[in-house]
């Protein structure tokens, strides 16, 4: 099975030509208030495992909880997932990074980690003389637990990642989550000013994200794998603002990794705080440029 899953991988358009240099894959490598009493109720709710296509991506293409992404499938494995994903599995599949470990200068072989885990589901489908645009939502965290299949793309088996829940930080979490959506607010206010094309949209991808953590679970996803609330809102902060140049891009890159490591909400609640800070200056200092153009 290794070797099948080797040539699969090597094989595929998604990575670098880098990316298909090596050459091999052990399977060991696969990396394992009243409303929050509410929502850690819910998430007593004992976890279960699911089968499900994998879809890879490089290192530099981490997507998180609440965020949103296009995808152009035109491959037929790639398709053959969609199918799949949209027939026989509630519109799901999971988005993970494929990430070379333990490379020393003198091997003549890499190993691979899958990390990164992102359980998706399809908002939208739009068919293309050549293949299809696929909008997805990043929905949770999962642990890719172990392959099951190569042929015609990856499958494998899934459980999900939370958060652990602390009682005494309860009050914290909400404080924080309060003035986090005031300041996502304010950003996003900020960001509509700011000089855009005539066909960019009028609602960030910010707060695209925050209002869909804030929405009810989607009755598609699997109860025990859908994060509190808590949980969704502390990753929604993690998007490119209006105008990022390629160094915020990569710095945002950086931040999302931690968020995904992180099991902790106050925690990742205080990264997303000082990830908004750094972009309402960064929008505001835009605007000033800007309005000295126009004069």
């Known amino acids: 099975m290794t070797s099948t899953l080797i040539s699969s991988l090597l094989s595929t358009s998604i990575f670098p030509t880098e990316y298909r240099s090596w050459v091999r894959i052990p399977a060991t490598s696969i990396s394992g208030g009243s409303n929050i009493v509410k929502q850690h109720r819910r998430l007593k709710v004992v976890a279960k495992s699911l089968h499900l296509p994998l879809l890879p991506f490089s290192m530099s293409e981490v997507l998180v909880p609440t965020e949103s992404k296009t995808l152009h499938l035109y491959e037929a494995r ?36 899958a990390r990164y885990g992102c359980l998706v589901l399809v908002e939208n489908v739009e068919r293309l003389d050549i293949g299809a645009l696929v909008s997805i939502r990043g929905a949770c965290r999962v642990k890719i637990s172990r392959f099951l299949g190569t042929d015609p793309y990856l499958s494998g088996e ?20 309060s003035k986090i959506k005031e300041s996502m607010t304010n950003l996003n206010s900020l960001e509509i000013k700011l000089k855009a094309p005539e066909n960019s949209p009028l609602q960030t991808r910010l707060f695209d994200s925050l209002n869909w953590a804030e929405d009810e679970p989607p009755e598609e996803c699997e109860e025990s794998f859908f994060p509190s609330l808590q949980e969704r809102l502390s990753f929604a902060a993690f998007q490119p603002v209006s105008g990022s140049t390629q160094s915020e891009l990569s710095r945002l890159q950086q931040q999302k990794l931690k968020a995904m490591d992180t099991k902790d909400t106050v925690e990742r609640l205080e990264l997303s705080m000082g990830l908004i800070e750094e972009n309402i200056s960064l929008i505001a200092a835009k605007l000033a440029i800007q309005s000295l153009d126009i004069r």
């Open 78 to 113: 790639y398709l053959a997932l969609l199918e799949e994903s949209m027939k026989r599995k509630k519109n799901m599949f999971v988005h993970f990074i494929l990430d070379p470990i333990s490379i020393s200068e003198k091997a003549t072989e890499a190993s691979f980690a």
């Open 158 to 177: 899934v459980r999900p990642i939370q958060d652990r829940f602390n009682y005494e930080s309860s009050n914290e979490i909400t404080s924080k989550i």
